[in-house]
C-alpha cells in the first residue's frame, strides 16, 4: 500500500535472504531513488523517513552484498553497475536541489556510492579483468586505461582520463610499497563510475556545497558531512594528482582559516568530534598531492597559530594558556632529531624528576619554523611590553632564551627586555635578571657589550639596590671569562659600589 512505507522496506529487506529476488531488490532501490527524483512519494514526511532512515542503508547492501559477485538472476554485471551509476546521478541531482537535513542526508549516500572497497567494485570473478601474469605493468596499466575509456560514455572520451585512470591508481600504489593491493584488485567499473561523477560536475558541486559552508554560518556538523563524500572520491588512489591538487588546495587553506577561528569558542561535544574529523579529513586529502612533511609544517603552523587566540587579551589566564602551547613547541624545538622526547626523565635541580605517569614521546620540531612563525606573529614584542603582567613576563621568558640558542634574539629584543624590567617592582627585575645572566651564555661579544653598555648607564643614573648588585655580579662572573680578560663587565662598578659612602651598608657590604 503507497502508505505502508516501514512494511514496504521491511519486505525489501527481507528480500535480500533470498537470491531468487535479487534483480527484484536491485530494481526497487533504483525506483524508489527515481520517485524520490521525481517527487512522487506520498508526503514530505515519507521523503524524510526514506532519505534519512534508508536510503543509506539499501544502498549499502546494494554494493555490499556478496550474492552480487555472481550475475544474479535478471541482471548482468554490466546492468548491474549502469544502474549503480544512475542511482549515483539521482542522489547527485536531487542533493544540488535540497538544502539543510536532506543535503547532508544525501550525502552520506553518496559517500557509500563512492566507496572504493565496496564489496561489488572487487574484481573477485568479474572475468573480463582478470590479472593476467603475462603483461608487464607498465603494458597492463595501459591495456586497463584503454578498456577504461571503452567504458565511459561516448561524450566523456574526448576528454580523456583526466579524472581519474588505472596509471594514477598504480603510481600511488607505488608509493605506498606496504600496501597489499594491486592495479587489478579494482573493478574499471569503479574507475568508470568515479570519472562519470567527476564528468557531470559531482566534484565541483561538493566544493561549491563546501565553500558556501565555509563562507556561511561555518556549521562544523554540516562541513563534515559534505566533506565525507568528497575525501571518499578524493583518497581513493584513483584520482590524478594534478586535478586533486587545484581543485582542494584552495579548500584546504579556507578550511584552516575557518578552523582556527572556530577554536576561539566553546565547541559542543558534537562539534567537537566534526571538527576533528574535518582535521583528519584534511591532511588525508593534502597527502594525495603533498608530502608528509610539508603537511605537518602547515598542521604545525596551525597548531602555533591556535596560541595566538588568547595572546595579548586583557585576561591572564588566556595568555598563560597561549604561554603554555608555545613553551611545549620550543622544548619540541630543542630536541635533536634522535632524541625520544621522555622528558620524565629529565634532570631538574641536579635532582631526577620521577615522573607520576608516563608521558608520550614527543617528535621533535624544526626550529626554523618555530623562528619563523615568532618573528611573523611578533613575539617578543607583544610579551614583554612596560604593561605587562609579571606572571606573564615569568612564565614567558623561555621564548628569548630560545631565540638566543638560536641566534635569533636582536638588539631590539634586548632593548624591550631590559626596559621591562627598569623602575619595576624586585618580583619583575629578578625574573628579568636571570634571564638576561641565562642569555649571556648565547650571546655574540658584540651584543654582550651591547647588552652591559645599556645596564651600566642605567644603574649609574639611579640609585641600586641588592637585586642590582648581584645582577651586575653575575654579569661579570659570566662575561669576564669569554671577554679573556679585556673587559671587566662590572668589576669596577661593584669596587665603587663598595667604598661609596653614599651607598646602604647592605648594598657595599653585598657588593
Known sequence: RPGDFTRFHKRIYTALSDEVHVAVYVW??????????????????????????????????LLGEAKFWRPPKGVERPQFHAIVLEITDLVLKEMQKRDGNARTWLAGVLEVLLQRDAYA??????????????????????????????????????????????TAFAERLQEKPNMRV?????????????????????????????????????????????????????????????????LFQPLAEKFFAVLLERTADPMSKDESAAFKDIARMVQMVMQQYLDIPTIERRVERFNLNVSLHGFGSEALPKNLN??????????????????????????????????????????PLDPTLLLDWMKENRVVERLFRP??????????????????????????????LWDTAVGKHESVRNVIYSCLGKLLYDLTRAD????????????????????????????????????????????????????????????????
Open 322 to 363: 597561549s604561554l603554555t602551547i608555545m613553551k611545549k613547541k620550543i622544548r619540541r624545538a630543542q630536541l635533536k632529531p634522535d632524541d625520544k622526547g621522555h622528558f620524565w626523565n629529565r634532570v631538574v635541580g641536579g635532582a631526577r624528576e620521577e615522573p607520576r605517569e608516563r608521558k608520550p614521546e614527543e617528535k
Open 448 to 511: 654582550v657589550d651591547y647588552l652591559y653598555d645599556k645596564v651600566e648607564k642605567t644603574l649609574r643614573d639611579s640609585r641600586p639596590d641588592e637585586e642590582d648588585v648581584k645582577l651586575m655580579f653575575n654579569y661579570s662572573r659570566i662575561a669576564i671569562p669569554r671577554a679573556n680578560g679585556q673587559h671587566w663587565y662590572g668589576l669596577d662598578w661593584l669596587l665603587e659600589r663598595t667604598f661609596d659612602d653614599a651607598e646602604s651598608a647592605k648594598v657595599s657590604a653585598l657588593a
Open 121 to 166: 567494485y572487487r574484481l573477485g570473478r568479474d572475468e573480463r579483468h582478470k590479472k593476467s601474469s603475462g603483461f608487464k605493468r607498465g603494458s597492463l596499466q595501459e591495456l586497463l586505461d584503454k578498456e577504461l575509456l571503452e567504458l565511459l560514455p561516448a561524450e566523456e572520451r574526448g576528454v580523456g582520463l583526466r579524472y581519474c585512470s588505472v
Open 28 to 61: 526497487a532501490v533504483l525506483e524508489l531513488v527515481q520517485e524520490l527524483a521525481a517527487g512522487k512519494m506520498v508526503c514530505k514526511e515519507e521523503e524524510e523517513y526514506f532519505m534519512g532512515l534508508h536510503l543509506r542503508r539499501l544502498v549499502k547492501l
Open 182 to 246: 594491486d592495479i587489478t584488485c579494482i573493478s574499471l567499473y569503479y574507475f568508470r563510475n568515479v570519472h562519470h561523477f567527476a564528468s557531470v560536475g559531482g566534484v565541483h558541486f561538493l566544493v561549491e556545497a563546501l565553500s558556501a559552508t565555509l563562507g556561511g554560518d561555518r556549521d562544523l556538523i554540516a562541513m563534515a558531512d559534505i566533506l565525507s563524500p568528497l575525501y571518499i572520491l578524493l583518497t581513493c588512489d584513483a584520482m590524478v594528482r594534478a586535478y586533486v591538487e587545484d
Open 387 to 416: 604593561t605587562s603582567h609579571p606572571e606573564l613576563i615569568r612564565q614567558g621568558i623561555d621564548i628569548p632564551l630560545f631565540l638566543a640558542q638560536q641566534g635569533a634574539l636582536s638588539r631590539q629584543h634586548l632593548d624591550m
